[in-house]
């Protein structure tokens, strides 16, 4: 299949071991975040969105982090599995602006 | 529920050619939006549409790049000449409205310019 990105920071673990993504965003007026899964040869597709006023907020085997003081947002994935393999991107819009997409990770699962 | 649709999935050009890519978003979402996706990058987004407006192209380089959306629903991208630069994935999204509504994104179309 295709790769979304062939020089991407990787992140390997091992199945059934938790995975912890972590995304720096630039701009201290964004008051909403996303994280993205990307596929090979698929469009990005929604995970888990936060807003600016939370800090925490979890879905199903997967948790975000967002710390406004350091501008630095996570993507917890519990019990990663074989299909969690991917490039996961993070991305950040304040009300008035477009959404910017981050630099991406790629996951891979160790057997 | 029919996710967003895009067409064609490859295409390979020479420099200076023109081509078309065509999307229909998931029926019932008025707003739109182009992405590029230059490899190893995440989705730049090119135009934004609301029903047949044009709400965001701040980032379309528009000597080369159209898009239109006549009716409010399909919607095409239209890149003439092409430049070497332009090898991309072009992706395709849709939501319900503008704002914070989830966007669904189609496959792509991988772009390949020789």
């Known amino acids: 299949g295709e790769s979304v990105g062939l020089h991407l920071p990787t992140l390997s673990v091992q199945e059934g071991d938790n995975s912890i993504i972590n995304c720096a965003y630039s701009?201290?007026?964004?008051?909403?975040f996303i994280w993205y899964k990307q596929e090979s040869g698929k469009g990005p597709q929604f995970i888990i969105d936060?807003?600016?006023?939370?800090d925490k907020r979890q879905g199903q085997r997967v948790t975000v982090l967002l710390n406004k003081t350091v501008k630095h947002l996570s993507l917890q994935i519990a019990a990663t599995q074989p299909g969690d393999s991917a490039v996961y991107f993070c991305?950040?819009?304040?009300?008035?602006?477009?959404?910017?997409f981050g630099s991406g990770t790629r996951l891979s699962i160790r057997p | 529920e029919a996710g967003v649709a895009q067409s064609p999935r490859y295409k390979i050009i020479e420099k200076r050619q023109s081509v078309a890519f065509w999307c229909n978003p998931i029926?019932?979402?008025?707003?739109l939006y182009w992405y590029q996706q230059i490899l190893g990058q995440g989705p730049k987004l090119l135009i934004q549409f609301q029903n047949n407006g044009v709400v965001d192209d701040s980032q379309l380089p528009k000597d080369r790049f159209s898009a239109e959306r006549l009716k409010g629903v399909d919607s095409t991208l239209k890149i003439q000449p092409a430049k070497l630069e332009d090898s991309a994935v072009y992706l395709c999204a849709s939501s319900l409205e503008g704002g914070l509504y989830e966007q669904y994104f189609g496959p792509g179309t991988r772009l390949t310019v020789t």
């Open positions: 701009n201290s007026a964004s008051d909403y």
């Open positions: 991305a950040e819009k304040s009300s008035a602006s477009k959404i910017i």
């Open positions: 029926s019932g979402h008025a707003t």
């Open positions: 936060i807003r600016s006023n939370m």
